[in-house]
C-alpha cells in the first residue's frame, strides 16, 4: 500500500510520507487504498498492541520499517488506554482514556509513534535530524518527551514564553541534551512563522537537517485508529452492540481516525463531534459554506482551532456537508457550559474531567434520551484534568491528584533559553547549543 496527497495522484511509500509530513503540493497524505477487515481478524488479538500489529501491517508493506512494526507498537502502547465505565440510569456510556502516556493527553500516542518511525528511518549520530515544532502547549510536550535521549535526534521546541500553562512550560522544558526548549518572547503565530522560516532556510536547514512532526502527519494519525479499532472491539465482543463515539476535536486529527476506523471495518456506531466555541466545524456541517476564521480562546484551549487543517482529509474520504452530515454530526459547547459540565461529572459520576472532555460529556448529555438509549457512547477522554488544574480545581472545590508520569515530569529540573522572536535569534541558539 502507498500513500497519495489529497490534491494529487503521485503516490509515495509509507517512510516517504512520514519522512515528508506535508505532500509537495500542499495537500495531505492519505493511504491510497483502504484495507477491509472484520471482527473476526482480530479474534486472536488479546492486548492493543496486538490489534495494532493487525491493524497497521497493510499500511507497512511499503516501508522498510514492516519487521519492527512490534517494537514500533510496543514503543507507542507502553502506557495503558482503559475505559471506564459511567454508572448512567439510562442506556451505556463509558470513558475511553487517552491521558495515561507520558504527558497525559491522547497526543503522546501519535507523538510516540511517529518518534519510534522516523528515529529508526533517520537518526544518525553524525548528522542528527533535527524536529523542529512551535506549540501553544500540548503538542511540544508530547513531541519533546516521545524524542528525548534518541540516538541521532534532536527537537527544537519553540513556545510562546508565558502564554502557557505552568504545567506546560514545565513539560516543554525539562529535557535531556538533545532536546532544545526557545521560550520564544512573542506569541504562538510568531513561533510557528520562525519555524516556517527555519525549515525553508537552505543554509540552517543544511546545517541542522530540519524536520516537523506536526499534526498533520500521517505517522501522528495512523496510531490514533488503534484506541478507536480497541475499545470498539472490546465493546463488540462483551455487548454485541458498535459503540458510538464522541470525540473532543480542534484541528479533526484525533476525528478523522475514528471516522478511518470505522472505514477500516472495525465495529464503530455513530461519530459526533464536540468543539468548543470554535464553530468552523459545525457552522459547515449546518450551512455548507467553509469559513476558517480567526480561533477564538476558550477553557479546552488545545481546541482552539479556526482552520481545522484535517478537514481537508475529512472532505476527500467522505465528501461536502451534506454528504459528510451522514457520516458524523458536530456539536459545538461554550465555556460556560463546559464548566458547568466538569461540576455536574463531579456531581454525579466523581469524575474529574479536563475542559476537552467535557465537551464530550456535554454533547453526550444534550443527546435526547432515545439517541442516548439508541447506542452505547464511548466518551473520549483526550487529557487528564491535572493538566487544566487552574481551570478545574475551582470548579470542582478541591485538588486534582497528579498521576505519576506527570509527578514524574514535574519533579525534573527545567532547562531552557529566552530568545527574541526572530530567525537570527533562534539560529544562535542553536548554534549556541549543537555547533562543536
Ligand atoms: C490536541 C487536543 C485536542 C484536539 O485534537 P485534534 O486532533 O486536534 O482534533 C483535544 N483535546 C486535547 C487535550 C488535545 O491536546
Request: hydrophobic share 45%.
Amino acid at each position: 500500500m502507498h500513500f497519495r496527497s489529497t490534491r494529487g495522484d503521485n503516490t509515495v511509500t509509507f517512510d516517504e510520507a512520514v519522512i515528508q509530513g506535508i505532500a509537495d503540493d500542499g495537500g495531505l497524505y492519505l493511504p491510497d487504498e483502504m484495507p477491509e477487515f472484520s471482527v473476526e481478524d482480530f479474534s486472536d488479538a488479546a492486548s492493543i498492541s496486538e490489534v495494532a500489529e493487525i491493524l497497521l501491517q497493510p499500511f507497512f508493506e511499503s516501508s522498510v520499517l514492516s519487521s519492527s512494526l512490534g517494537e514500533i507498537v510496543a514503543e507507542t502502547f507502553s502506557f495503558p488506554v482503559p475505559v471506564t465505565v459511567l454508572p448512567v440510569k439510562q442506556g451505556s456510556a463509558g470513558l475511553l482514556e487517552l491521558f495515561h502516556g507520558p504527558t497525559a493527553a491522547f497526543k503522546d500516542v501519535g507523538a510516540g509513534f511517529l518518534a519510534a518511525c522516523i528515529s529508526r528511518l533517520e537518526g544518525d549520530l553524525d548528522h542528527p535530524l533535527t524536529i523542529l515544532v512551535a506549540t501553544s502547549g500540548d503538542t511540544g510536550g508530547a513531541v519533546a518527551a516521545a524524542f528525548n535521549d534518541r540516538p541521532g535526534m534532536r527537537v527544537v521546541v519553540l513556545y510562546p514564553d508565558g502564554r502557557v500553562s505552568d504545567r506546560q512550560a514545565h513539560q516543554l522544558t525539562c529535557w535531556g541534551e538533545n532536546v532544545l526548549s526557545l521560550a520564544v518572547q512573542g506569541s504562538f503565530d510568531e513561533c510557528q512563522a520562525m519555524a516556517k522560516a527555519a525549515l525553508t532556510d537552505t543554509a540552517l536547514a543544511g546545517k541542522y537537517r530540519f524536520s516537523s512532526a506536526n499534526s498533520i502527519n500521517i505517522g501522528r494519525l495512523l496510531p490514533q485508529c488503534i484506541y478507536y479499532a480497541d475499545a470498539s472491539l472490546r465493546h463488540y465482543r462483551n455487548s454485541g452492540r458498535k459503540p458510538g463515539f464522541v470525540v473532543p476535536t480542534g484541528n479533526l486529527g484525533n476525528a478523522v481516525a475514528c471516522c478511518m476506523a470505522r472505514m477500516f471495518g472495525l465495529p464503530i456506531g455513530e461519530i459526533v463531534l464536540a468543539t468548543n466555541a470554535n464553530r468552523t466545524i459545525s457552522d459547515y456541517l449546518a450551512d455548507g459554506k467553509w469559513l476558517p476564521r480567526d480561533s477564538i480562546q476558550t477553557h479546552a484551549s488545545a481546541m482552539d482551532v479556526g482552520n481545522p487543517s484535517n478537514m481537508e482529509r475529512l472532505r476527500f474520504l467522505f465528501g461536502e456537508a451534506d454528504e459528510l452530515n451522514r457520516v458524523v454530526s458536530a456539536v459545538s459547547v461554550g465555556d460556560a457550559e463546559i464548566e458547568d459540565e466538569i461540576r455536574r461529572n463531579f456531581a454525579e459520576f466523581g469524575l474529574v474531567t479536563c475542559p476537552h472532555t467535557a465537551t464530550a460529556t456535554f454533547a453526550w448529555r444534550q443527546m435526547s434520551a432515545e439517541q442516548r438509549r439508541a447506542s452505547d457512547w464511548l466518551l473520549v477522554a483526550t487529557a487528564h484534568p491535572a493538566k487544566f488544574e487552574s481551570t478545574v480545581e475551582p470548579i470542582i472545590g478541591q485538588a486534582v491528584p497528579l498521576p505519576d508520569a506527570m509527578q514524574r515530569i514535574l519533579s525534573r529540573d527545567r532547562r531552557f533559553v529566552e530568545i527574541e522572536a526572530n530567525l537570527q535569534s533562534l539560529a544562535a541558539a542553536l548554534d549556541a547549543r549543537f555547533s562543536e
